[in-house]
Nanobody, 120 residues
Framework: QVQLVESGGGLVQAGDSLRLSCVVS????????MGWFRQAPGKEREFVAR????????TYATSVKGRFTISRDNAKNTVYLQMNSLKPEDTAVYYC?????????????WGQGTQVTVSS
């Protein structure tokens, strides 16, 4: 059974940085396409970023491009989301996800989520 466990959320001020981590267990990680999604109160869950198995290819939502960086450490079964220049509109629960493939990024496993709150 695949398990994804996020950590690193918290309360920060606008302009601050945070790094989220997600540790994966229960399946081989090095060939697993990974992604981050978020859900703000009253809104639908939305895509934030994804990364291919090697870390050499990434895709970002327009709203976070240039501020967020997704990366992975296959030796540690961990994917990261470095978030810089945070804005109040980045406030959401952030979810780590395992994806079926890079070209067909359907989610097949979710983490439990970690809360990020950005105050103005």
């Amino acid at each position: 059974q695949v398990q994804l466990v996020e950590s690193g959320g918290g309360l920060v001020q606008a302009g601050d940085s945070l790094r989220l981590s997600c540790v994966v267990s229960g399946r081989p990680f090095s060939n697993y396409v990974m992604g981050w999604f978020r859900q703000a109160p009253g809104k639908e869950r939305e895509f934030v970023a994804r990364i291919n198995w090697s870390g050499g290819t990434t895709t970002y939502a327009t709203s976070v491009k240039g501020r967020f960086t997704i990366s992975r450490d296959n030796a540690k079964n961990t994917v990261y989301l470095q978030m810089n220049s945070l804005k109040p509109e980045d406030t959401a629960v952030y979810y780590c996800a395992g994806l079926r493939s890079y070209s067909n990024p359907v989610v097949d496993s979710w983490g439990q989520g970690t809360q990020v709150t950005v105050s103005s």
